[in-house]
């Protein structure tokens, strides 16, 4: 991306090698996200010009010094968020709030300083670590983890953002909500693995909320028990009558004011609704006190579905080789990196399930 609401340029630019700690990825697959959405049109703030793209996987090429975790041939997922290891943080089971992840987020380069693209001679940025709407990419050795080669490239592309943000939601912030209600608001590539958690642990009902019929459909397909077109019913009071007073969890994967305000009225006592998605840097909320005091309710944010990604991943992987979780029809529209416009159009366009760039 060279600036903000352009379209994104498909051209040939320099990568060094990898420095010490750090390792080159072949990409082979890369979803598209709502984040890097966020940064094309700079609801989100990013330095450019950069290459977009922070969910991926691909082959490791080659590795820096120091580096033992991985060695070339290795498959790995690319994550967007490192994590020192040593901060109060990453040794209290929270990596995805290290403060070395936070500061990392923020500057659009690796995190031994500096970037390792350039295009005549300029820098070019990475974004969150990661940048792979790209052939190749070099990442610090933080931001890959190694996983069995029989995962397809596709399904373990979408694992490091939408899959492990939306399961992780389940998981770590709900605990695990067997036989509770779940709400989750917005039926795309991180609502839909929010479904697919909910599923897997034994919610009940498993409640899903949107404006498109399609995206309903396919929610239902993922293990949603419940849906509800919210252009033609009132979100809060179907989710009372449904769950007779309401839901004891809500995920709100949209980012918008209205919808957290929403989910949160849907809650019954004692909810929880959490917020993963975002929105504009300046965007707040804005939700009922008296409910929150009255009826003790709570909002909450999770990052990277509070997960610990080293620990999660591999379960998660787990799970889906042993057929306990439907990640290949998560997978929505395929497209080519000469393609990454359409792609971008598509998800803007009611596309169905998370649609994946293939390079
Ligand atoms: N009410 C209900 N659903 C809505 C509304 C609305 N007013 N507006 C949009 N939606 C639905 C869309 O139809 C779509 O299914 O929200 C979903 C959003 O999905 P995607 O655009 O695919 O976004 P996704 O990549 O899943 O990310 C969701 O999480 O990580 C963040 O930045 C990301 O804010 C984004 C959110
Ligand atoms: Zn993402
Ligand atoms: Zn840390």
Aim: proline share 5%.
């Amino acid at each position: 991306m060279n600036q903000a609401g352009a379209p994104l340029a498909v051209v040939d630019l320099d990568l060094q090698a990898p420095g010490p700690g750090e390792v080159r990825v072949r990409v082979n697959a890369a979803g598209i996200c709502h984040s890097d959405y966020h940064y094309m049109v700079q609801d989100l703030a990013c330095r450019t010009p950069i290459v977009l793209g922070h969910e991926g996987a691909g082959i490791v090429q080659e590795v820096g010094a120091g580096v033992t975790h991985v060695r070339p041939g290795d498959k790995v997922i690319l994550t967007w968020r490192p994590s020192c290891g040593r901060c109060e943080y990453c040794t209290s089971g929270s990596p995805a709030l290290c403060r070395l992840g936070a500061v990392h987020a923020t500057h659009n380069e690796l995190l031994r300083g500096g970037t390792r693209l350039s295009h005549d001679g300029q820098p070019v940025h990475h974004l969150m670590g990661v940048s792979c709407y790209a052939e190749e990419c070099v990442v610090s050795g933080e931001s890959v983890i190694k996983i069995p080669q029989e995962v397809p490239v596709a399904v373990a592309a979408i694992i490091g953002c939408a899959v492990i943000t939306g399961m992780g939601v389940v998981l770590n912030g709900m605990g695990g909500p067997a036989g509770e209600s779940v709400l989750i608001v917005g039926a795309g590539g991180v609502g839909l693995s929010a479904v697919i958690g909910a599923a897997a642990v034994g919610a009940y009902p498993v409640i899903v909320a949107d404006i498109d019929d399609e995206k309903l459909a396919k929610a239902r397909e993922l293990g949603a028990t419940h849906t509800i077109n919210t252009r033609e019913h009132d979100l809060a009071a179907s989710v009372h009558e449904i769950t007779g007073g309401g839901a004891h969890w809500a995920v709100e994967a949209i980012g918008r004011p209205q919808t957290i305000r929403e989910a949160v009225v849907a809650l019954r006592p004692r909810g929880t609704a959490f917020v993963v998605g975002l929105s504009n840097a300046e965007a707040e909320i804005n939700v009922p006190l008296n409910q929150v005091v009255q009826q003790e309710k709570s909002v909450r944010g999770s990052l990277y579905g509070s997960s610990n990604l080293s620990v999660q991943i591999p379960q998660i992987l787990d799970m889906y080789l042993a057929g306990r979780l439907p990640l290949d029809a998560l997978i929505g529209e395929k497209f080519s990196l000469a393609q990454i416009n359409e792609a971008f159009d598509s998800l803007t366009n009611g596309n169905i399930g998370r649609s994946v760039v293939l390079m």
